[in-house]
């Protein structure tokens, strides 16, 4: 079965520490995995997603088949990251995305 | 990027009668756009899954008769609550997924309030 765990609710961290939002999958083929990111009173928003293999105002993210995790990482966090982040899966294309039940990250000045 | 827009952002309405929101994705054509439930600080929940031209894919525990979902362009979607009830109350979402991508793009988002 399709499944996105993210065992943290909240992740509260100090500007300009390290910052790691977990994501395991479980999916049976082979999955496009996402980070979405949802900020104070704004709509959900792609931030990156596996294939591109970029970095995204800093955040970045590898696909580990071998451990189906799929972790957000910053080295240095800044305030305006505090905002909900979601890891999702698809199957591809127009297949259906599930989302994870989200982590808030709450940067502290 | 691209824009998808629901209407209306916020709505009440009393117990029984049925309500529809819309999902237009305004610069591209979407075959395909999901609709979401989202519960206060909770994650969003799969509704259903609206194909052009065809019937909605409805997830596990989804009425379908309830939730009436139609896609008769590539740029809009609805859903209709019907015989809406207090329980309905909620944070609908919907998307448009551009499939060479598979990247989602978001509404903002409607909330129901159901007296």
């Known amino acids: 079965a399709q499944r996105v765990t993210q065992p943290e609710k909240l992740l509260s961290v100090f500007k300009g520490a390290p910052v790691e939002l977990k994501c395991n999958y479980s999916y049976s083929g082979s999955p496009e995995l996402f980070w979405y990111v949802q900020y104070s009173r704004q709509r959900l928003q792609l931030l990156l997603r596996?294939?591109s293999r970029e970095s995204i105002k800093g955040f970045t993210a590898d696909l580990n088949k071998g451990e189906t995790s799929f972790h957000l990482k910053k080295p240095f966090a800044q305030e305006e990251d505090s905002a909900m982040y979601y890891c999702?899966?698809?199957?591809?294309?127009?297949?259906?995305?599930?989302f994870g039940a989200g982590t808030r990250l709450f940067v502290k000045a | 990027g691209a824009v998808v827009s629901q209407h209306p952002s916020w709505v009440i309405c009393k117990s029984g009668t049925s309500v529809k929101i819309e999902c237009r994705s305004l610069d591209f054509q979407a075959t395909t756009m999901f609709w979401y439930r989202q519960f206060p600080k909770q994650s969003l929940m799969l509704m259903a899954t609206?194909?052009?031209?065809?019937?909605?894919?409805?997830e596990q525990g989804v009425e379908k008769d309830k939730f009436l979902i139609n896609h008769a362009s590539l740029t809009l979607s609805t859903l209709t609550v019907t015989s809406a009830h207090p329980e309905d109350s909620s944070f609908y979402i919907c998307?448009?997924?551009?499939?060479?991508?598979?990247?989602?793009?978001f509404g903002e988002g409607s909330r129901l309030t159901v007296l």
């Open positions: 998307s448009a997924s551009r499939t060479s991508t598979g990247e989602l793009f």
């Open positions: 609206s194909n052009e031209g065809s019937k909605a894919t409805y």
């Open positions: 999702a899966l698809s199957g591809g294309g127009g297949f259906k995305t599930i």
């Open positions: 596996h294939i």
